[in-house]
């Protein structure tokens, strides 16, 4: 018996061993497949087209409280989302780049909470470097190199994952300028990740991709580039562009959208919006909806009264957020479970965004921000 005794307490000994020398999150991250660009779609390491589905959050200095793994896992649980976005601004709000050392390390904790949250979750997650008053992203090219260069070394081993490394340039800068940008970041992430996604944005606040598409990028693997839509603001005439950008062979990715206008505020354009979604599906683009919040504009999922941070009912969300959801629900025919959608729709609260200088037309939705 003293045998058998000293037996278990070894063979146990050695389990909480094998346990402790799994290196911290790669075992859940390798649950998900390693994800590659082929043509004009995202595959997974099965040959498989990939669409990712999700939400961005706001600001990380804003809206923090909502990066933590019991909201990750019941969006996708309930929303049946498989990606989420990290919005790391740069320059706006105690943005990183202009903040100082205790902040910086604060947003860092928080972008790592983030992916450590999303991987628990069975998440694909995309580290932002959200530049937006910057305008250009050379501005703070260094401060890029060197946080892309933390992230892909820490991570080099999460499958799930995506880098995207400049949000919306806009200010009239130049693609060329972009493009030299861009391959300098993208040559320090792939001195530790080979193969992780990259996401490239494109002038005039990631919309420009049929300019992008004349002169893409060459010699790198694993580049998509990020086109961002309002559905208020933003129609066909975009989407003409998108289609001249895959028809010479440009991959897309849709990291941030909405159905209001382009200062995140507005009526919502549900109509358009489903038109932007039936392209997307056709063409097997992925896309993740601006914001996951409880701010006062029509962009925000979450209703300003709220603030829950997980366990959100349809009561809960936003005109926007139960649209995004309900068609989320609709194309999950085998969920045993929904939440009860209610079928009137909320006021919605109009509060201009826009900027002196700028116009509705050229502005994304996160591009003022009131606390």
């Known amino acids: ?107 860092l904790k928080t972008v790592d909470q983030g992916i450590k949250s999303a991987t628990s979750a069975g ?41 995207e490394i400049c949000n919306e340039p806009n200010g009239g800068t130049s693609w060329d300028a972009i493009r030299t940008y861009a391959g300098k970041v993208i040559r320090t992430i792939r001195k530790y990740d080979k193969n992780a996604v990259i996401l490239v944005g494109t002038p005039n606040w990631s919309q420009d991709v049929d300019v992008a598409a004349e002169k893409p990028l060459k010699g790198y693997q694993n580049i998509m580039y990020t086109l961002h ?26 990291s941030e959208f909405g159905i209001s206008d382009a200062s995140g505020n507005g009526s919502l354009n549900k109509t358009e919006g489903n038109a932007w979604i039936r392209f997307l599906n056709k063409n097997k683009i992925s896309y993740l909806g601006w914001s996951l919040c409880n701010k006062a504009e029509s962009s925000a999922l979450i209703k300003s009264s709220v603030s829950k941070t997980t366990n959100w009912t349809s009561k809960d969300l936003t005109d926007w957020g139960r649209w995004l959801f309900r068609r989320r629900w609709q194309q999950e025919q085998q969920l045993r479970r929904t939440i009860p959608l209610q079928k009137q729709s909320l006021p919605v609260k109009t509060r201009s965004r826009t900027q002196p200088g700028k116009t509705a037309s050229n502005m994304s939705a996160e591009n003022s921000i009131t606390m």
């Open 1 to 107: 018996m003293k045998k058998r005794r000293k037996f278990c307490g070894f063979l146990a000994f050695l389990v909480l061993l094998a346990v402790a020398l799994i290196p911290a999150g790669k075992s859940q991250a390798a649950k998900l497949p390693a994800l590659k660009v082929k043509g004009t779609k995202l595959m997974n390491s099965r040959g498989r087209t990939v669409q990712l589905k999700g939400v961005s959050t706001h600001g990380l200095s804003w809206y923090p409280q909502y990066v933590n793994q019991k909201a990750f896992t019941y969006m996708k649980k309930y929303w049946k989302i498989n990606a989420v976005r990290l919005a790391l601004y740069t320059a706006d709000y105690n943005g990183y780049c202009n903040s100082d050392y205790a902040n910086r390390l604060k947003l």
């Open 123 to 163: 998440l694909y997650v995309i580290v932002d470097w959200h530049i937006l008053s910057d305008g250009n992203p050379q501005t703070n090219q260094n401060r890029a190199i060197s946080f892309f260069a933390r992230m892909a070394k820490k991570y080099k081993n999460n499958t799930n994952v995506i880098y």
């Open 229 to 254: 839509f309002y559905a208020g603001t933003h129609g066909s005439w975009l989407r003409d562009k998108a289609q001249k950008a895959l028809d010479k062979g440009l991959p897309l990715f849709v």
